[in-house]
């Protein structure tokens, strides 16, 4: 016991299942993932400036032209180049979401910091509000809203904003009353450690994992969720090289062009997918029950 109490360090207790998870090799299904991910958040920020043709440009002469060597995926209505335009059209579909996602996970992780601290009548002052929010879908939230701000892409993102960030803060609230009710932070405030050192230093830290999953698998569904409300005409307008406008400006030649909507809808679909999959990877490894399943499951 005196030996004990003369080396400290003999009572640490080593997070094993954390280093083990961390330390676990990434497989090639999660690099291609990951790679997939970090190609198309490049593309979407250099996109515009290495498209081949202006994606702008009105060409009456070359409209409704088949994929070819020069128009790798066709020309639309006017004569635009549909490639250029998908390019182009990468950072207000894709930043966009990010944007979004990474607003309203920052906006809920704050609130529900602020819920789960200040005391049962703001607490539940906070999780009605967000029930009331998270009662309707988050799609016709941002339709109200967006049509309400004016039919633009920056209206489109600032609805999404205001629609997302209750799932965000319920979610983060449960973790951070989770977390504060363990043993360590329980110990830290016996010690006095004062009340912003002990959400910073050590509540927050060990809560967001699931934020981080959430805000990862969501940039694929908001990125529908903007192109959906380009379509109808509450999100970017014409002429927007966003996806969900092109999709709509191309859908009255679905029959004899079909590639006008095809192209960027595919890129909806890929792109969705791929932060999909991204967010099921990156689950699976912050989750160490799960990682450690799939670390011993055939591959």
Same mark, same amino acid.
């Given at each position: 016991?005196?030996?004990?109490? +003369?080396?400290?360090?003999?009572?640490?207790?080593?997070?094993? #299942?954390?280093?083990?998870?961390?330390?676990?090799?990434?497989?090639? &299904?999660?690099?291609?993932?990951?790679? !997939? #991910?970090? #190609?198309?958040?490049?593309?979407?920020?250099?996109?515009? *400036?290495? @498209?081949?043709?202006?994606?702008?440009?009105?060409? +009456?002469?070359?409209?409704?032209?088949?994929?070819?060597?020069?128009? *790798?995926?066709?020309?639309?209505?006017?004569?635009?180049?549909?490639?250029?335009?998908?390019?182009?059209?990468?950072?207000?579909?894709?930043?966009?979401?990010?944007?979004?996602?990474?607003? !309203?996970?920052?906006?809920?992780?704050?609130?529900?910091?602020?819920?789960?601290? %200040?005391?049962?009548?703001?607490?539940?002052?906070?999780?009605?509000?967000?029930?009331?929010?998270?009662?309707?879908?988050?799609?016709?939230?941002?339709?109200?809203?967006?049509?309400?701000?004016?039919?633009? +892409?920056? &209206? /489109?993102?600032? !609805?999404? =904003?205001?629609?997302?960030?209750?799932?965000?803060?319920?979610?983060?609230?449960?973790? =951070?009353?989770?977390?504060?009710?363990?043993?360590?932070?329980?110990?830290?405030?016996?010690?006095?450690?004062?009340?912003?050192?002990?959400?910073?230093?050590?509540?927050?830290?060990? &809560?967001?994992?699931?934020?981080? #999953?959430? %805000? @990862?698998?969501?940039?694929?569904?908001? =990125?529908?969720?903007? &192109?959906?409300?380009?379509?109808?005409?509450?999100?970017? +307008?014409?002429?927007? /090289?966003?996806?969900?406008?092109?999709?709509?400006?191309?859908?009255?030649?679905?029959?004899?062009?079909?590639?006008?909507?095809?192209?960027?809808?595919?890129?909806?679909?890929?792109?969705? !997918? $791929?932060?999909?999959?991204?967010?099921?990877?990156?689950? $699976?490894?912050?989750?160490?029950?799960?990682?450690?399943?799939?670390?011993?499951?055939?591959?």
């Amino acid at each position: 016991m005196t030996d004990l109490l +003369q080396r400290p360090e003999r009572l640490r207790i080593r997070p094993r #299942v954390r280093r083990r998870t961390a330390r676990r090799r990434m497989t090639w &299904s999660e690099l291609a993932t990951y790679g !997939a #991910v970090l #190609v198309l958040l490049v593309l979407a920020v250099v996109g515009p *400036w290495i @498209a081949p043709h202006d994606p702008y440009l009105v060409d +009456q002469r070359n409209t409704l032209l088949a994929p070819s060597g020069e128009h *790798w995926l066709g020309t639309d209505g006017t004569g635009r180049d549909l490639f250029s335009r998908l390019l182009a059209g990468a950072r207000p579909s894709i930043i966009g979401a990010v944007v979004t996602v990474l607003a !309203a996970a920052t906006i809920g992780v704050v609130v529900a910091a602020i819920a789960a601290t %200040a005391g049962r009548v703001v607490d539940g002052i906070v999780m009605r509000i967000c029930e009331v929010v998270l009662s309707l879908p988050v799609m016709m939230t941002g339709l109200g809203l967006a049509v309400a701000l004016g039919p633009s +892409q920056k &209206s /489109a993102v600032i !609805a999404l =904003i205001l629609a997302s960030w209750p799932s965000f803060a319920r979610l983060a609230r449960s973790e =951070i009353r989770r977390v504060m009710v363990s043993p360590h932070v329980e110990a830290a405030q016996v010690l006095g450690v004062s009340r912003w050192r002990l959400l910073t230093k050590h509540v927050l830290p060990n &809560s967001l994992d699931t934020v981080y #999953v959430k %805000a @990862a698998m969501d940039v694929g569904g908001v =990125i529908v969720i903007i &192109s959906s409300l380009s379509f109808i005409g509450a999100g970017a +307008q014409a002429p927007s /090289a966003e996806w969900g406008a092109m999709v709509e400006s191309g859908s009255r030649f679905l029959n004899n062009a079909w590639w006008v909507t095809g192209a960027p809808g595919l890129a909806i679909l890929v792109t969705s !997918a $791929a932060f999909s999959l991204a967010g099921d990877a990156l689950r $699976a490894r912050l989750d160490p029950m799960l990682s450690s399943s799939l670390g011993e499951a055939p591959r």
